[in-house]
């Protein structure tokens, strides 16, 4: 049986969004977005309801938290994630909330090798807890890890997986020939729904999702055959750029671009994100994407 009552934090963000998107096109939810008072969310859509809060006031949480069934974690906020994420699962424990999604939907930090990433400490201190907190069983979880999102452009014409379509121009990393598990936004926002619709099959569960199984490489030679230019492209070391980030997240310095100069190296250079392409896309009921397809996609205006 679903779990109809969701309360998404972070819904306006970049993962938040297209998450948000997918609950109400699916038409299955009551969706409260919990916000901070000071944020310029809204929304006019009939089965959204949006309460604004201060997040450091315990109770003021725990009563908003109240008769729902679900806390969808999908905020950034790297410094303050820990803190933030696990006064919200104290409260939705409090509050009798029965499942928790964490902010993770990025590398596996379950792994070896994730939960060695320094820039997922606090992730993987999350996931301790949820941990923790499941086997006690005052809540149950299900993480989603859904390796780098193929389409997310942080900005208008930039891709994080290092495309610049109105420039022509590819950074490279580490050659960039190695397949990587991506998940476009479409399937991130079909993940949590179809998560939220079967809630027992996927209790206390770690999940890891791809729609796409490319290498940048791949990427690459498609958007040159489709658009009939030859990319101007900078090979770039994710060694260093891991070691340039890291050194700054230990000195204490969690600028963004420390923070993704460690994710590319996490990624690129020690493979954090990839397990195969075998994985539990089809168990949530998600088809594998063709990557010709979702290039000519990214490629329209
Ligand atoms: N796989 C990938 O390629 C990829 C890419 C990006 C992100 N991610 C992951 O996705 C997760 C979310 O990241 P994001 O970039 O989507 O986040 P983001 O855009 O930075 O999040 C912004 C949203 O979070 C809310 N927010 C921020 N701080 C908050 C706080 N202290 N309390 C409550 N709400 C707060 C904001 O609400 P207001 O309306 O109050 O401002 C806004 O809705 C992270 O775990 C990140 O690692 C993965």
Request: hydrophobic share 40%; glycine share 8%.
């Amino acid at each position: 049986m679903s779990y109809k009552k969701v309360v998404q934090i972070g819904a306006s963000g970049n993962t938040g969004s297209p998450i948000h998107d997918a609950l109400i096109q699916s038409g299955k939810f009551e969706i409260t977005v919990l916000a901070r008072n000071t944020s310029s969310f809204s929304s006019s859509n009939p089965i959204v309801k949006v309460v604004k809060i201060d997040f450091s006031n315990h109770q003021q949480l725990v009563d908003a938290l109240r008769g729902n069934d679900v806390v969808l974690l999908t905020f950034g906020d790297l410094p303050n994630l820990e803190r933030n994420s696990k006064a919200i699962i104290d409260a939705a424990i409090e509050a009798g909330v029965k499942r928790v999604i964490p902010s993770e939907f990025g590398v596996d930090t379950h792994s070896p090798t994730g939960r060695r990433q320094i820039v997922f400490d606090s992730k993987v201190k999350i996931d301790d807890y949820l941990e923790e907190k499941s086997n006690e069983g005052t809540i149950e979880f299900t993480s989603i890890y859904t390796g780098l999102f193929f389409d997310w452009r942080t900005q208008e014409s930039q891709m994080f997986l290092g495309f610049d379509m109105e420039n022509k121009r590819a950074t490279i990393y580490n050659g960039g020939t190695t397949p990587l598990n991506l998940t476009t936004l479409e399937a991130l926002g079909a993940s949590v729904v179809s998560v939220l619709s079967t809630p027992a099959k996927f209790k206390n569960r770690r999940l890891r999702i791809c729609d796409l199984y490319a290498s940048q490489r791949d990427i690459l030679a498609l958007l040159e055959a489709e658009t009939g230019i030859k990319f101007v492209v900078e090979e770039m070391d994710a060694n260093v750029l891991q070691d340039e980030g890291e050194a700054g997240l230990r000195k204490g310095d969690l600028s963004l671009s420390n923070v993704f100069g460690a994710i590319l190296g996490a990624t690129f250079a020690t493979n954090a994100s990839r397990w195969s392409p075998d994985d539990d896309t089809a168990s949530l009921g998600l088809a594998k994407q063709d990557l010709k397809a979702q290039v000519l996609k990214i490629l329209q205006p």
